[in-house]
């Protein structure tokens, strides 16, 4: 099999399952102690957790904090409920559902329309009522880089938290100086089930689950030292990769443009993470390539909207029709993808769009 779905989870790092293995715990283990706990066994299992905290922060700005959450979903829940307050929260119109559906449950909604490069607007016209500004860095089914300076500047200047969904470049880019930063560990060759949220000091937020307040007293519930140092681990390794893992990306890049010449770029070439190749060919019956393609792990679209059987919202936000959207596919790839594997792919990939007289 060839595995080219990286936006939708990514290989485990070895560091990051080696780092783990001491929490895993059992019988006759001092690593399955409860970080809460007051003995020795606790303490150690909370200096492993300190640890990871310590190596996640790294690639955050200076001046916040990390708090552990069982994902980045729980991450923009936190934030975007924990800030609360009167007013609407303003997001663009290509966020994940995390953001989109939990702002909308949480209140009155300002949509931030794209370009049709997938470019937020930068633009608060109308936006006068906003608490919270919430815009992805990099997008997860077309890859594009956000102006988050600007919107980081803007948000300042409207004296609202800037809210950035990171879990596409965490480990990949230096993140903007946002108030609130969301990420999730399976996206950089982390474990799944643990994520965090960087929190600016002197943001006020306020605990959205009771239970114990484990996490400064913002999440409630028993945290896991594995998890977490694989994360830890997974954090420090993508800080001291990221320059050869651009590198090697954009080599894949520049192959797999070349191999797929004839189809049709969905967003912006230049403001885009190359690990992110979203295309289309007009006509293309997806269902039936992801079958003939069975041995290729790729995507039509977001894998947390992949069942829903409506096309992207983010596409038809970048001005694509259903059709157009409906025959888009996503290949992801990165630190472990080899050239063969892109070479391989493209080909098969190919032959079974001809295949369908295309």
Known sequence: MIYLDYQATTPLAPEAREAMLRWLGGPGSDGFGNPSSPHRMGRMARAAVELAREQVAALMPAGGRVIFTGGAT????????????????????IEHSAVGDTARAAGAVHVIRVTDEGLSALSCDGFEDARLIAV??????????????EWAQAAQDKGVPFLCDAVQSYGRFELPKADLIAISAHKFHGPKGIGALWVRDGVALSEVQTGGGQESGLRSGTLSPALIAGMGAAAALSGERMEADRAHVEMLWARARELFAHWTLNGSAEHRWHGNLNIRRDGLDVARLMSDCREIMFSAGSACASGSGRPSHVLKAIGLTDAEARSSIRLGFGRYTTLGEIEEAAARINAAAEAQGL
């Not at 609360?84 to 663009?92: I, K, L, M, Q, T």
């Not at 860095?137 to 594009?144: A, L, P, Y």
């Open 74 to 93: 729980e991450a923009l829940n936190l934030a975007i409920r924990g800030t609360g307050g009167e007013g609407a929260v303003a997001c663009s119109s």
């Open 136 to 149: 992805m860095h990099v997008n997860n089914e077309i890859g594009t880089v956000q102006p988050m300076e």
